[in-house]
């Protein structure tokens, strides 16, 4: 394994297409050895994990930063404006799911290993609907180390019906 390889991986799991759904089957093609397979598969689940905790926040902030710019231009305004009207119309139409469901949903929301259900869109789900910081990120990072497990277990599975095989 190279420093490059490394990189790949993950670099795959920062990816909002991608994450761990994609970096931890890269690890497994990248190193044959055990030890090397785990290094690459715990940095990219860390990695994919980092994101709620940057992302949660940063998604306020920023919609913040848009509301002050929109003051000073009326072209951002108009923007801001239809923008904040989808974000609170989308809370609205969610709420009786979020007052059942809660962070346990958006918690299994991540954990389903398919593309667009990961911490890229966990975050955006947190940030829409309002959620509790912490909260949201602790069951993001709890989604991702399910869904981690789930594409281990589905990898060690593939490659012990190839060996069938082979």
């Known amino acids: 394994m190279t420093f490059s390889e490394f990189v790949y991986v993950v670099l795959l799991a920062l990816l909002p297409v991608s994450e761990v759904r994609g970096a931890i089957p890269l690890a497994y093609y990248i190193a044959s050895d055990g030890l090397l397979r785990s290094y690459l598969v715990v940095a990219s689940v860390l990695a994919n994990c980092l994101l709620p905790v940057i992302l949660v926040p940063t998604l306020k902030y920023l ?22 009207a989808v974000v609170r119309d989308a809370r609205r139409r969610s709420r009786k799911y979020l007052d059942r469901w809660g962070y346990l949903g958006l918690t299994v929301f991540v954990a389903i290993p398919l593309p667009g259900t990961g911490a890229w869109t966990g975050s955006l789900v947190a940030y829409v609907f309002d959620l509790n910081k912490a909260k949201s990120i602790l069951s993001i990072v709890v989604g991702v180390i399910i869904a981690s497990a789930l594409v281990i277990l589905a990898m060690e599975g593939v490659l012990s019906f190839l060996k069938v095989f082979l």
């Open 63 to 84: 919609e913040g930063l848009l509301i002050r710019l929109g003051r000073h231009n009326g072209l951002i305004a108009r923007f801001v404006d239809l923008y904040m």
